[in-house]
């Protein structure tokens, strides 16, 4: 295997910068010295507004002020405050559907997964009419209106998961209406809740598919009845009092109680003049005990100020939280500590920062931000983007970093969002400078580019690069594909967001080095330039970005 200095010897990039080609390397050593630390039992698993948030922000300041950055957060200080609401249900007092056949009752974790997002001492629905709306998606620029004008306030709505062409075969109407196999943001679970609370539901379920989902049962119920939220005025908080998820297996019995074919239903659902079906006399019964509480979390966000072009920013992200505290796992282990997902992120932009703190300072300011509560829902850089330091229309570009491949050296590098913005072609370059090739995701009906922070960046016309590890299989120069897929279904099958998402002797981190040097090469050059990266003909971002152009000019 070729060592992680032979694969980063310095090249010759056609069209990049001089500062692009780095004097310094990304240190494997380094990352995995603050991959340790901070999925260490110290930082007890890093959730937001605890002791651990606590001693993350420490630890990420202290290491900023280390590399000899100054701080960019408001009023010149390294965070940026972001209030949120945390909750966690408790033992349910009542939770049971009630139909023709008498009562349903069915058990958290194995039937159904619940949260909410409102500060109520009690989530409470009482006898509510539960009604089934297909894929839940109102696109009126794609001819698509599941609703059909449906009254639904205070109902319980039951939606399908990902698009509604998903499973759509070659002649069905809803075929190619959102992009094939390529999940759009009307796919994603956060859309469903969005859009159930904009019709007034009192409550939203989604019927989970692996498939679909792009993961497993064990991924949904892995936050353990918590959630977390922006706080919000009583006028913007959701209608939803309970928000979740229905296994498979109770969605076919509850339709079914109701005299009702679920899987018929899930193919009608596939046709633009699908109307939502009632599922008559089944109502929805639970009343919740909730803890809540509002707490002060914290992005962090550090920088080196630019020479030139210092208004014009380049922005390298990460999110330093993981899941905190769960139930012990086989060996034990009570912390989800998040050492891929994302300590490795945050130990990448690190060592991004400090090779381009050794070298002459950027034309162009260089930010890097450490994001609260991505987990809950990319809370932290929303945050910041409803509520920038620096403004949107004079960001080049946000490069996003959430978690790496630890299996080796690959041949090859994953594109996120194909036919996007022109960074892919950034990323084609550079990539072919390192020796590589670039692979389209493999899933993009998983909509891994809608589930991360630089997602936030997106909505309001930036222009975005993800780097992430479990996008696609990479093609290991030990092992090949099979060698890259083996490691995927290994993470994802048993430690994504779990106890075992931690450090590990056995992390071979050539590639996940690769892969940091590649978001720094791009990132430095950019930086070092009047280029401004553009979306594509035909990304649902461009009409955002363009609306700000005179302020580029």
Request: charged content about 25%; proline content about 5%; overall charge negative.
């Amino acid at each position: 295997m070729a060592s992680v200095a032979a694969l980063l010897a310095p090249v010759a990039i056609f069209g990049a910068s001089p500062t692009a080609i780095a004097k310094e390397a990304i240190d494997p050593a380094r990352m995995v010295a603050d991959v340790k630390t901070l999925a260490s039992d110290t930082f007890e698993g890093r959730a937001p507004g605890t002791v651990g948030e606590e001693r993350t922000i420490g630890y990420l300041i202290a290491r900023f002020q280390d590399i000899g950055l100054q701080p960019a957060g408001p009023n010149g200080q390294w965070v940026q405050n972001v209030p949120l609401l945390h909750t966690k249900l408790q033992a349910p007092k009542v939770l049971s559907f009630n139909g023709p056949k008498g009562a349903m009752p069915v058990e958290v974790a194995k039937d159904i997964y619940l949260s909410t997002v409102r500060p109520d001492d009690t989530a409470r629905i009482a006898g509510a009419p539960v009604v089934f709306v297909g894929y839940g998606v109102k696109a009126p620029e794609r001819g698509w209106d599941d609703f059909k004008d449906m009254d639904l306030k205070g109902k319980v709505v039951v939606f399908l998961i990902n698009d509604p062409d998903f499973r759509a075969a070659k002649g069905e109407p809803a075929a190619g209406k959102f992009g094939d196999r390529t999940m759009t943001y009307y796919g994603r679970w956060t859309y469903k809740f969005e859009e159930a609370a904009r019709q007034g539901a009192i409550g939203a379920l989604i019927v989970h598919d692996t498939a679909g989902a792009g993961y497993g049962w064990n991924v949904v119920t892995s936050p353990g009845g918590e959630n977390y939220d922006i706080v919000r005025t009583q006028d913007r908080l959701s209608s939803l009092a309970l928000q979740g998820w229905l296994s498979a297996d109770a969605a076919t019995r509850l339709f079914s109680s109701a005299g009702l074919d679920l899987a018929k239903l899930s193919t009608a659902a596939r046709r633009p003049d699908f109307k939502p079906v009632e599922l008559k006399g089944v109502a929805l019964d639970a009343e919740i005990p909730v803890n809540h509480e509002e707490v002060m979390s914290h992005n962090v966000l550090a920088q080196i100020p630019g020479t030139t072009r210092k208004d014009e920013v380049v922005m390298f992200g990460a999110h330093w939280d993981a899941y905190g505290k769960g139930a012990p796992d086989a060996q034990g282990r009570i912390y989800r500590a998040g050492a891929n997902d994302d300590g490795i992120g945050i130990a990448g932009i690190m060592d991004i920062a400090r090779v381009m703190k050794s070298e002459p300072a950027p034309q162009r300011t260089v930010v890097f931000a450490a994001w609260t509560a991505e987990e809950r829902g990319l809370l932290g850089s929303e945050f910041y983007a409803a509520n920038p330091v620096f403004p949107m229309e004079k960001t080049v570009a946000n490069l996003t970093i959430d978690v790496l491949q630890t299996a080796g050296a690959a041949n090859d590098v994953t594109l996120i969002g194909r036919g996007q913005d022109t960074l892919e072609d950034d990323m084609a370059r550079f990539a072919a400078a390192q020796g590589r090739r670039v692979t389209p995701e493999s899933l993009p009906e998983r909509g891994l580019f809608y589930r991360a922070d630089h997602f936030s960046f997106a909505k309001r016309g930036v222009p975005v690069m993800l780097m992430m590890g479990i996008a696609g299989a990479s093609d290991l120069k030990q092992g090949g594909v099979k060698a890259g897929q083996a490691w995927i279904d290994a993470y994802t099958g048993q430690c994504y967001h779990q106890a075992c998402d931690a450090w590990s002797p056995d992390w071979n981190m050539d590639g996940a080095v690769q892969d940091v040097e590649l978001v720094r090469a791009i990132g430095s050059d950019l930086a070092n330039s009047a280029r401004w990266p553009q979306w594509k003909t035909g990304s649902e971002f461009k009409a955002t970005r363009d609306k700000s152009d005179a302020a580029r000019r």
